[in-house]
């Protein structure tokens, strides 16, 4: 079992279906990649020519609208990173980049606070991703 899947039982009211937890783990351990095509996406929303923002037609008929189409993009992309930041705000400062680097970067803990304290808050701010992103 890796480390990331353990869930103190202590902790009632953040326990999560296994599928729920893991669902929210790997979308947090998704954030680097997410934020880099955020990024991506942005400059190019930006930097279309004015025909790539028009809507296609087909015989008359409406085929796609570009400029729709990247905006739910941008928008998807957004509420998820928010969703995970938001949940990593409940976190107290002082555990918060341990925990992200530990999920994201897969960096061990430190060894300045004891390890059930760094699971207590991993387990706290994966339910609050699971909830956030209404997987629970």
């Not at 300045?112 to 808050?121: D, L």
Request: glycine share 4%; with cysteine.
């Amino acid at each position: 079992m890796k480390d990331y899947e353990y869930q103190q039982k202590r902790l009632k009211g953040y326990v999560l279906p296994v599928a729920v937890q893991r669902q929210a783990v790997w979308a947090v351990k998704d954030l680097e990649r997410l934020v880099e095509q955020l990024d991506y996406y942005k400059a190019k929303f930006y930097s279309i020519s004015g025909r790539d923002f028009s809507v296609e037609y087909d015989a008359g008929t409406c085929v796609k609208d570009a400029t729709a189409e990247r905006a739910a993009l941008l928008c998807n992309l957004t509420a998820r990173i928010g969703a995970i930041e938001d949940a990593l705000k409940i976190i107290p400062i002082i555990y918060r980049m341990g925990i992200r680097d530990h999920l994201v970067k897969d960096l061990p803990y430190s060894d300045e606070y004891h390890i059930n304290t760094w699971r207590k808050w991993q387990q706290i701010f994966i339910y609050n991703v699971a909830v956030n992103l209404n997987i629970l």
